[in-house]
């Protein structure tokens, strides 16, 4: 059932990309008002359950740096993919399956199954072919900063999901949380606005109404499931479920914008499907580490 609520989450934030499109304005922008139209209902919610919040400051402390971290991701990944296309940028941005393996297996002694072993280079490999690596106008206009910025995205998305998932260790109040973590964002990714002059404070419709849409059901709702569920799963589970945003974000560009997957893209989805469905089959991590009182990586999502 753990599962299935973090697929539920991931299946919500897989709108983003459609969301963004649709609402027409610079990364940054739609970065912080996702986060802003999202504050107000988080903390109605949280005002209503905080009785049931016994969180100490310190993991309140670490919901609002896991915020930052992600306005910081949604900078870095942008930009990846201005200079070297959402392709490749996309592939890039998604090498943080291993930045939580690692970590995982560092820090929480998560060490990674065999299957597990086998998989991740399945699920890079499918992203690969997603991207269309084949077509030379991939590349974008600027290969090299293109794969720095994409890297360092997945190495700060890594350390996002990580610190997210520390901050409701406790999983007293995975509403608090995220709105920790979303003041965070705001923060974040309002000042780098500034700083750049990229962000549009104007209220222009109906650009503000995919904006408050991305934000109730991918800030809230989205992130309210997979704050439920990331404390609960091994991080590599969790991580490689994420993956699937990409497939969504793919199935919900064919209906609404008519986007025609190529037989390239086609055979990528099937390949990252495989890789996650063996994970969640035969599990993320070690038995011994489930012996060890650790949560499974295995099936009953």
């Known amino acids: 059932m753990i599962r299935f609520i973090a697929l539920l989450g991931v299946m919500a934030i897989s709108f983003t990309a459609v969301l963004v499109r649709l609402a027409d304005v610079t990364p940054l922008t739609a ?46 990944f942008h930009s990846a993919i201005a200079a070297i296309g959402a392709g490749l940028g996309t592939l890039l941005a998604n090498i943080q399956v291993v930045f939580v393996a690692l970590a995982a297996w560092a820090i929480h ?96 419709w109906p650009a503000h109404g995919w904006l408050l849409i991305l934000a109730v059901l991918a800030q809230v709702f989205g992130w309210l499931m997979l704050g439920h569920a990331l404390p609960r799963l091994p991080a590599l589970t969790t991580s490689v479920l994420i993956m699937v945003q990409p497939i969504g974000a793919l199935i919900w560009g064919a209906l609404i914008f008519s986007e025609r997957l190529s037989a390239l893209q086609g055979t990528g989805v099937a390949v990252i499907l495989l890789g996650v469905t063996a994970i969640n089959v035969r599990g993320s991590v070690r038995p011994e580490a489930a012996l060890a009182g650790r949560p499974r990586g295995g099936a009953g999502t």
């Open 31 to 76: 970065g912080f008002f996702r986060a802003a139209y999202a504050l107000p209902i988080l903390l109605v919610m949280w005002l209503l359950t905080r009785k049931s919040d016994s969180r100490p400051r310190s993991d309140r402390r670490l919901g609002f740096v896991s915020g930052l971290l992600l306005a910081a991701d949604l900078w870095l």
């Open 109 to 204: 002694d998560e060490r990674p199954s065999p299957t597990a072993f086998i998989a991740i280079p399945v699920v890079f490999t499918g992203v690969a072919l997603l991207s269309g690596l084949g077509r030379a106008d991939t590349y974008g206009s600027d290969p090299v900063a293109g794969v720095i910025l994409g890297a360092m995205s997945g190495v700060v998305y890594a350390s996002f999901i990580l610190t997210y998932r520390a901050a409701n260790r406790s999983q007293s109040s995975a509403i608090g949380t995220l709105l920790d973590a979303t003041a965070g964002t705001a923060v974040g990714t309002g000042l780098a606005g500034l700083a750049t002059g990229t962000i549009d404070l104007s209220f222009v």
